[in-house]
């Protein structure tokens, strides 16, 4: 099992920015990427943001191109996400995610991003 701890929500205006920040623990050596999802009021969880442990390949959903950047610490079990240039559309509770085996199937428990105009 693998145990995710995301930080670093909160409230910001339109066209400022946030760092949010997630610590992995446990059986952290079978993670084989780590990524960030979001999901608005009345709506599905997306994907926003992914990093492979190695060779560390990022990749981004079209909204956030430009705009965030995914990145992880020296030891790999810490993931961020820089949100630059945060639009009100980006409001949504954050998710971070562990793939182990193939799929995302460890999340944190969320943290909340408002952007208001």
């Known amino acids: 099992q693998v145990q995710l701890v995301e930080s670093g929500g909160g409230q910001v205006q339109a066209g400022g920015s946030l760092r949010l920040s997630c610590a992995a623990s446990?059986?952290?050596?079978?993670?084989?990427?780590m990524g960030w999802f979001r999901q608005a009021p009345g709506k599905e969880r997306v994907f926003v943001a992914s990093?492979?442990?190695?060779?560390?390949?990022?990749s981004y959903a079209d909204s956030v191109k430009g705009r965030f950047t995914i990145s992880r610490g020296v030891a790999k079990n810490t993931v961020y996400l820089q949100m630059n240039s945060l639009k009100p559309e980006d409001t949504a509770v954050y998710y971070c995610?562990?793939?182990?085996?193939?799929?995302?199937?460890?999340w944190g428990q969320g943290t909340q991003v408002t952007v208001s105009s």
């Open positions: 990093i492979s442990q190695s060779p560390g390949i990022t």
């Open positions: 446990g059986r952290t050596f079978s993670m084989i990427a």
């Open positions: 995610a562990a793939s182990i085996g193939g799929s995302y199937n460890h």
